[in-house]
């Protein structure tokens, strides 16, 4: 893995544990966007002034690379679709084959004692849409 994103992904590390809040976009507690935003933020993909909705960052890469699941690679983005309405309702960021790191475990009128920034397995979700490779500099 090149160093670059080897220090992004522990810098997304580094929120390990930090609550889920809705709308929340800082340590004090943060949202899938919010928590995804911020990795991006620090690398000047987003803007400092941009705050995006799962669905916003979907519209913002959906002309990247897209690709499917099968060979997921450290950064990507994995996209979650509310089939109900077929709005795109989660986003979380690919660490490793194996996993990816999220804000979740909480609802849009939370503060949850259960939900934060965790690691999860790559599959336990049923229903992802899309993986989209953000224009990463060093790419």
Avoid: T
């Avoid at 220090?7 to 809040?21: K, M, Q, T, W």
């Avoid at 960052?57 to 690379?65: T, V």
């Avoid at 690679?73 to 990816?100: C, Q, T, W």
Wanted: net charge negative.
């Amino acid at each position: 893995m090149d160093e670059p994103l080897s220090l992004l992904l522990s810098y997304a590390d580094s929120f390990l544990g930090v609550p889920y809040v809705y709308g929340g976009n800082s340590r004090k507690g943060m949202d899938c966007s919010g928590f995804i935003c911020e990795i991006l933020r620090s690398i000047g993909i987003i803007k400092s002034y941009e705050d995006l909705s799962a669905q916003d960052l979907y519209y913002k890469f959906q002309m990247k690379q897209v690709h499917g699941d099968i060979f997921p690679e450290p950064g990507d983005l994995y996209f979650y679709k509310n089939h109900l309405d077929e709005r795109i309702s989660h986003v979380a960021m690919v660490r490793d084959k194996y996993r990816v790191i999220e804000a979740g475990g909480g609802d849009s009128h939370s503060v949850s004692e259960l939900g934060m920034v965790r690691h999860r397995g790559i599959n336990e979700r049923k229903d992802f849409f899309a993986a989209i490779s953000p224009p990463y500099p060093w790419n």
